[in-house]
C-alpha cells in the first residue's frame, strides 16, 4: 500500500501566527505573541493601558503600548507608504494597520529587548505562574457591555485584562504554549 500522507498541520489561531523567531540570548524562545491586552485601573476605570504579551519558554512579557511608541510607529508606517509612491490613501491605510499589528514586531525582538523597550513592560517568570482565567462578557438589553477578560493569575497576586479580539483564540494560544 501507498505510504499515508502527513496530516496538514492546523492552522495557527489568530493571536500566535509563528513567524521565524529571532533566536534570544540564553536560548529563550518566543512562543506566542498576543495583542491588544488593556490593563484598566484608577478612578472609575480610566487609567488605560495596552499591551502584548510575549509568552516564552521562560516568562510572560508584558510590552506596554505608550503613545510615543503609537506615534513613532504611525509615522514610519505613512513614511514607508509615501516612499512607496502611494497617495492620501494608501498611507492612511497603513497607518490604520500599524495600529492593528504593532505586536508583530516581537516576533523579530529578543524577549529581553521587548521587556527593556519601555518603562512600563514587565515579566512573570513560568515558574510564578498559577494559572490564566478566560471570561466571557455580555452584552445587555439596556446597552451595557462587559468585554471578555484574561485574569493571570501568578505568585505576586493576579492581573486583569480586556480581551479586544478572540477570547478562544487567546486560550488556544494558552494551551499551544503549555499554560492552560
Do not use: C
Amino acid at each position: 500500500a501507498a505510504p499515508r500522507p502527513a496530516a496538514a498541520p492546523a492552522p495557527a489561531p489568530a493571536y500566535a501566527p509563528q513567524p521565524a523567531a529571532a533566536p534570544a540570548p540564553a536560548g529563550e524562545r518566543t512562543l506566542a505573541v498576543v495583542g491588544n491586552l488593556t490593563q484598566v485601573g484608577g478612578f472609575m476605570g480610566m487609567k488605560q493601558k495596552t499591551f502584548s504579551l510575549i509568552i516564552t519558554d521562560r516568562r510572560l512579557v508584558f510590552a506596554e503600548l505608550t503613545k510615543e511608541k503609537i506615534t513613532a510607529m504611525v509615522n514610519e508606517a505613512r513614511d514607508a507608504a509615501k516612499a512607496e509612491g502611494k497617495g492620501f490613501f494608501g498611507q492612511w491605510g497603513a497607518q490604520i494597520g500599524t495600529s492593528f499589528n504593532y505586536h508583530q514586531v516581537y516576533w523579530q525582538m529578543a524577549p529581553e529587548a521587548a521587556l527593556a523597550e519601555t518603562p512600563g513592560n514587565f515579566a512573570i517568570e513560568r515558574t510564578a505562574f498559577k494559572g490564566a482565567k478566560f471570561k466571557v462578557g455580555a452584552t445587555y438589553d439596556d446597552g451595557r457591555n462587559e468585554p471578555d477578560e484574561l485574569v493571570i493569575k501568578h505568585d505576586g497576586g493576579k492581573l486583569t485584562f480586556r480581551v479586544n479580539g478572540s477570547l478562544g483564540g487567546l486560550k488556544d494560544t494558552f494551551r499551544q504554549a503549555g499554560l492552560a
